[in-house]
């Protein structure tokens, strides 16, 4: 239980698309928050995007409105992040995390216990 498996990232000129993945066990999924942070280097971690498996509320950051995409994949119990018209600026570490709640969807890392293994998303200029 809370197992959660990173898949996608890379490398991508700005302006290009990636997609993000992020597997987990349907008990994790269910009555949790889904949440997508980075951390790029020299900076504090930040929720870029989250969805709640149950009820699809979702937030996103500021930075990000309108170029990244939270969605759930109920088929394969996977929370999916696409990433368009990326910038330099997005280049990070990204990991995917799980945190309990019943529709609030918190943006402060602590409350998320359960995380995935980070991939890293590079993005050239």
């Known amino acids: 239980q809370g197992q959660l498996v990173q898949a996608g990232g890379g490398l991508v000129q700005a302006g290009g698309s990636l997609r993000l993945s992020c597997a987990a066990t349907e008990r994790t999924l269910s009555k949790h928050v889904m949440g997508w942070f980075r951390q790029a280097p020299g900076k504090e971690r930040e929720l870029v995007a989250a969805?709640?498996?149950?009820?699809?509320?979702?937030y996103y950051a500021g930075s990000v409105k309108g170029r990244f995409t939270v969605f759930k994949d109920k088929n394969n119990a996977m929370v999916n992040l696409q990433m368009n018209s990326l910038e330099p600026e997005d280049t990070a570490v990204y990991y995917c995390?799980?945190?309990?709640?019943?529709?609030?969807?918190?943006?402060?890392?602590?409350?998320?216990?359960?995380w995935g293994q980070g991939t890293q998303v590079t993005v050239s200029s």
């Open positions: 995390a799980a945190g309990a709640s019943n529709h609030d969807i918190a943006t402060e890392d602590f409350f998320y216990d359960h």
């Open positions: 969805i709640h498996w149950t009820d699809g509320n979702t």
